[in-house]
């Protein structure tokens, strides 16, 4: 479900490996997340290139995920294609996640910080 | 029997929220753009998800159904459930989103989302009890096309 990609400076991407993230999954979903920051992993860049579909249960996990790194670190989201923006602007949660058009950009930013 | 492609029917689990959008594809791919149908979708997954948590309270072995109609001016999905009904005036509004200012992650909850995504979707939702049934209504008018 989740596979970490890249790991530099600091920064680990972990790339979401399935089409959907939603009340299905998300339980799922944010267990791995929650084991891989108390592991350490707290400067996070999420690739969700390859999902196309996001629902509230989804957004959910994915809010206590931002909520478990706090300021220990960043939780940034790469790659959303534009169903998952929507759903993420609908619920103004665009505005709470760093966003990134794709994982060097999201990347470049963790790096700085 | 064949089944009615207008009508779908889905257990009281999660997991069959994954059966909603290639049945609607299916159904009205032919007849809607790619972006209604994936509204139509991510509203009634919202419904359904609600509809199991709330109505069923989590329980299996419970029935929901899924109908699709159309009118000349648009599509309508007409949800039906056995549940617990609604508390009233859930459906009547959307809910107020976070203001536009910076938002503390912290303060956020994980949950309560759902009803503003599915006004976000549709143009209508309307809710009724109807004997021990619950009938929600979730319609999109005809969108011209660019």
């Given amino acids: 479900m989740l596979e970490p990609t890249v790991r530099t400076q600091g920064v680990t991407v972990y790339r979401f490996m399935e089409a959907r993230l939603d009340a299905a999954n998300a339980p799922t ?22 999902v196309d579909f996001v629902d509230s249960s989804g957004l ?14 960043d939780l940034a989201l790469a790659s959303l294609r534009p169903p998952v923006q929507k759903v993420f602007k609908l619920t103004r949660m665009d505005r ?18 | ?45 919202e419904a359904v998800a609600n509809i199991i948590r709330h109505a069923y309270a989590g329980l299996p072995g419970r029935r929901i159904t899924i109908e699709i109609t159309f009118d000349g001016t648009g599509t309508e999905l007409v949800l039906r459930d056995q549940g617990e009904p609604a ?28 009803l503003a995504i599915i006004h976000g979707c549709v143009d209508e939702v309307r809710y009724a009890r109807r004997g021990a049934t619950n009938e929600l209504r979730l319609a999109v008018r005809d969108r011209a096309t660019p």
Wanted: a negative charge; charged letters at 30%; hydrophobic letters at 40%.
């Fill in chain 1, 29 to 50: 979903f944010k267990d791995r997340m929650a084991r891989a920051i108390d592991q350490g992993d707290v400067r996070i860049v999420l690739d969700m290139g390859g």
């Fill in chain 1, 60 to 73: 959910g996990a994915l809010v206590g995920a931002l909520k478990r790194v706090g300021s220990r670190g």
């Fill in chain 1, 96 to 113: 709470v996640f760093q966003i990134f058009p794709d994982t060097d950009s999201a990347m470049g930013r963790l790096k700085e910080t």
């Fill in chain 2, 1 to 45: 029997m064949i089944p009615d492609p207008r009508t779908i029917e889905l257990a009281s689990d999660y997991a069959e929220l994954r059966r909603i959008g290639p049945w609607l594809r299916e159904a009205v791919g032919h007849r809607l753009g790619q972006s209604v149908i994936e509204d139509l979708e991510l509203a009634a997954t």
């Fill in chain 2, 87 to 114: 508390p009233r005036g859930l459906f009547d509004q959307a809910p107020a989103v976070q203001a536009d200012e910076p938002v503390d992650p912290a303060s956020l909850s994980e949950s309560g989302r759902g």
